[in-house]
Nanobody, 122 residues
Framework: QVQLVETGGGLVQAGGSLRLSCTAS????????MAWFRQAPGKEREFVAA????????HYADSVKGRFTISRDNAKNAVYLQMNSLKSEDTAVYYC???????????????WGQGTQVTVSS
C-alpha cells in the first residue's frame, strides 16, 4: 500500500504561481512512478504530469507544457508540482497518484491522494 497526501492548494490570481506537494508513505515508494491529475467542476479527471521515481523522466499534458514542472525529492518521499503562469482554466482539484509503471501512472494509477483545491481568479 502507498499513502499519498497533497498540500499546497489555494487561491491565486491569474498569472501567479503555486507549488503543490505530495508526500508518499508505504512500502518501496522508490519503485513507484508519480503523477498529478486534476478535475475541474463538471469535467472528467485529466492527466497533468508524471515522473519516474528513480530515473527522473517526466511527461506532461500539452495544456501545461512550459508552465508546470514536476519534480521529486527522494529523501523526503515527496513529489512537487510547480505551477506558473496560472490561468482560470487551471482551476480544479489536483490529485497525486502513484503506480509502478510510468505509463500506467498517466492513465489508471493504483493509488490516489485525497486531492487539494486550486482556484485561479481572473
Amino acid at each position: 500500500q502507498v499513502q499519498l497526501v497533497e498540500t499546497g492548494g489555494g487561491l491565486v490570481q491569474a498569472g501567479g504561481s503555486l507549488r503543490l506537494s505530495c508526500t508518499a508513505s508505504g512500502r518501496t515508494v522508490s519503485d513507484y512512478a508519480m503523477a498529478w491529475f486534476r478535475q475541474a467542476p463538471g469535467k472528467e479527471r485529466e492527466f497533468v504530469a508524471a515522473i519516474r521515481w528513480s530515473g527522473g523522466n517526466t511527461h506532461y499534458a500539452d495544456s501545461v507544457k512550459g508552465r508546470f514542472t514536476i519534480s521529486r525529492d527522494n529523501a523526503k518521499n515527496a513529489v512537487y508540482l510547480q505551477m506558473n503562469s496560472l490561468k482560470s482554466e487551471d482551476t480544479a482539484v489536483y490529485y497525486c497518484a502513484a503506480d509502478p509503471d510510468l505509463w500506467v501512472v498517466t492513465t489508471t494509477p493504483d493509488y490516489w491522494g485525497q486531492g487539494t483545491q486550486v482556484t485561479v481568479s481572473s
